[in-house]
Nanobody
Framework: QVQLVESGGGLVQTGGSLKLSCVGSETTVSRNAIAWYRQPLGQQRILIAAISIGGNTNYADSVKGRFTISRDNAKNTVYLQMNSLKFEDTAVYYC?????????WGQGTQVTVSS
């Protein structure tokens, strides 16, 4: 079973930055494309950033130019650097493989951006 654990969320003011981490088991990160998803309260979970095994990245238009996804296979970790945060970035952030595995959703990490 693929297990990924998110961390790094918190409360930040508009315009601030946060860096999220997604830690997997020894081979989970290196052998899979990994994506960050987010779910605002009362809304659907959506994909916002993804990184392929080879390091190619893709972003949703809403975060392009502000968020950066990266991976460190030696640390079994995928990061999401979030800059210029906006109120509408407030959500629970999750990581999972791409395509996602239904049984691999974790608890997520809450990001709250105060206006």
């Amino acid at each position: 079973q693929v297990q990924l654990v998110e961390s790094g969320g918190g409360l930040v003011q508009t315009g601030g930055s946060l860096k999220l981490s997604c830690v997997g088991s020894e081979t989970t990160v290196s052998r899979n494309a990994i994506a960050w998803y987010r779910q605002p309260l009362g809304q659907q979970r959506i994909l916002i950033a993804a990184i392929s095994i080879g390091g190619n990245t893709n972003y949703a238009d809403s975060v392009k130019g502000r968020f950066t996804i990266s991976r460190d296979n030696a640390k079994n970790t995928v990061y999401l650097q979030m800059n210029s945060l906006k109120f509408e970035d407030t959500a629970v952030y999750y990581c999972n493989t791409l395509p996602f595995l239904v049984d691999s959703w974790g608890q997520g990490t809450q990001v709250t951006v105060s206006s």
